[in-house]
């Protein structure tokens, strides 16, 4: 049922207020300033315990899981990192006991995620779950784990569901951090961004207009770059990723500070940049690399915050309203959702089924 939508995709963006509201209900502890997430089966003694987390996905939920660790290491500060699930079985991966291992899977059924989960618990690593379908293969092979219930997701270009995997990871920090030094000051800080969350992506999507305008500037072109900074690149990365699976066209994500170190070369009137500007102590440097892109031609769009001042480049900017920094990365993935569906409408693709790709890849 597309609910009045016109394809699958367009539906689960618009679910997504509603699903965010859901994955945090419950889950939210005022008093301790902290979360309550009930399936993790850790004693608080043993959540302290870890001295690292290993992140483990494939295609959008590893870029998420790339937020997740930043989140991890911020709120937390226990070093994290993710890794594609695909990748890391086959490498013969070190696997220690005081390492906590997080899959993410929208589906539980990704072969490459379900086979990295054995291979963790095969050499008696602690595995928790970042799951959304109850019951699928990785639900009941983790440790432990946060559903996060985004409601079914159809498209095959994941929306919602990452977007709940975020807050997942989020809440996930919190309670890790709230073990550790994270004062409840801090704790309290968080937990009123992610209340805030919901209403926030309302406000994106009723904003995120501007779109339309910059997919018709990006389907000009075959190829595309996405560029940010650290909260902002795995923001790019999953923002190139939306543009390539459903429109087809290539899409690079670059560090914005990397531009310089190569890809500047390809830069020209053909090379669409989308730039990811969140309002922090990098913005500067990013609306920089902005101007390097203006000054080689290349057309230019910004997702931007509202304390960031554009003025100078004179290009279209979608808005997304400002969070606490760690969360940040949630919002700014919204806008680049809605820039994939208008260019894939505009070329007149199967958005909801891309051609080659499938919504849960089951074979090696
Ligand atoms: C892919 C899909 O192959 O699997 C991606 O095309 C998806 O869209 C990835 O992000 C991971 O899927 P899941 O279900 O494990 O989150």
């Known amino acids: 049922d ?56 494939c295609g959008s939920a590893y870029y998420v899981g790339q937020m997740g660790a930043q989140m991890i290491e911020d709120l937390a500060r226990i070093p994290a990192d993710a890794e594609a699930a695909s990748e890391f079985r086959y490498r013969n991966p070190i696997i220690e006991a005081d390492t906590l291992y997080i899959a993410v899977s929208q589906s539980g059924e990704t072969a490459d995620t379900a086979f990295a989960v054995q291979e963790v618990q095969r050499k008696g690593g602690y595995v928790l779950g970042v799951v959304n379908v109850v019951g699928s293969t990785i639900a009941r092979a983790v440790d432990g784990g946060v559903y996060i219930h985004a409601g079914p997701e159809v498209a095959v270009a994941s929306t919602k569901a990452l977007t709940n995997m975020g807050i997942a990871f989020a809440m996930l920090a919190v309670q890790l951090g709230r073990v550790r030094d994270l004062s409840v000051a801090d704790g309290k800080r968080i937990l009123a961004g992610l209340q805030a969350i919901p209403g926030q992506i309302a406000q994106v999507l009723a904003d995120a207009e501007p779109a339309k305008a910059i997919a018709a500037e990006l389907i000009k072109g075959d190829s595309a770059f996405y560029i940010g900074r650290t909260r902002g690149y795995p923001v790019a990365r999953e923002g190139a990723q939306k543009l390539k699976e459903i429109s087809y066209i290539h899409a690079e994500a670059y560090q914005a500070s990397e531009l310089k170190h190569g890809p500047l070369a390809l830069i020209d009137e053909q090379m669409p940049t989308v730039a990811i500007i969140p309002d922090d102590e990098l913005a500067d440097r990013n609306l920089a690399a902005g101007e390097q892109v203006l000054a080689r031609k290349g057309p230019l769009v910004v997702i931007a915050h509202p304390g960031v001042d554009v003025s100078a480049l004179k290009v279209p900017t979608i808005r ?14 919204i806008p680049t959702q809605v820039i994939a569906y208008y260019a894939a409408l505009a070329l007149g693709l199967d958005v909801d089924k891309p051609r080659n790709l499938a919504k849960s890849v089951t074979v090696e």
């Open 2 to 57: 597309l609910g009045g939508h016109a394809h699958f995709m367009l539906k689960e963006i618009h679910e997504q207020p509603a699903a965010a509201a859901a994955v945090i209900a419950g889950r939210i502890d005022e008093r301790f300033g902290t979360t309550r997430l009930g399936g993790l089966n850790l004693t608080p003694r043993e959540l302290r315990a870890f001295k690292r987390v290993k992140i483990l996905g």
């Open 320 to 333: 997304v309203p400002k969070n606490e920094p760690e969360l940040d990365p949630i919002l700014l993935t």
